[in-house]
């Protein structure tokens, strides 16, 4: 039963930086593909950013050039590097993983993190 657990949220000026973390019970490397989605009161869901077992990387284009998703495979954990940020940027961040299991895929979820930027 894979658990995923963000953290690193919090209140931030704009302009400022934050970097959440999303620890995983069990090994990443098992996870096809990983990212953040975010979701802002009043809006859907929006998918962030992503990043594959090989490393390959892609942000949706409102966040290109100022975050940054990475992973340290020994510390089970994939961070978001939030740069310059802006009120438009004030959501719940939530880690996603995905991987097969017996031919099927399954997807996992993080309880979420609020960030806020705000003056």
């Known amino acids: 039963q894979v658990q995923l657990v963000e953290s690193g949220g919090g209140l931030v000026q704009p302009g400022g930086a934050l970097r959440l973390s999303c620890v995983a019970s069990?090994?990443?490397?098992?996870?096809?593909?990983m990212g953040w989605y975010r979701q802002a009161p009043g809006k859907e869901r929006e998918l962030v950013a992503t990043?594959?077992?090989?490393?390959?990387?892609k942000y949706v284009d409102s966040v290109k050039g100022r975050f940054a998703i990475s992973k340290d495979n020994a510390k089970n954990t994939v961070y978001l590097q939030m740069n310059s940020l802006d009120a438009e940027d004030t959501a719940v961040y939530y880690c996603?993983?995905?991987?097969?299991?017996?031919?099927?895929?399954?997807?996992?979820w993080g309880q979420g993190t609020q960030v806020t930027v705000s003056s």
């Open positions: 996603n993983a995905g991987r097969i299991i017996e031919q099927d895929w399954t997807n996992y």
């Open positions: 069990g090994s990443i490397s098992q996870f096809v593909i």
């Open positions: 990043i594959t077992t090989g490393g390959n990387t």
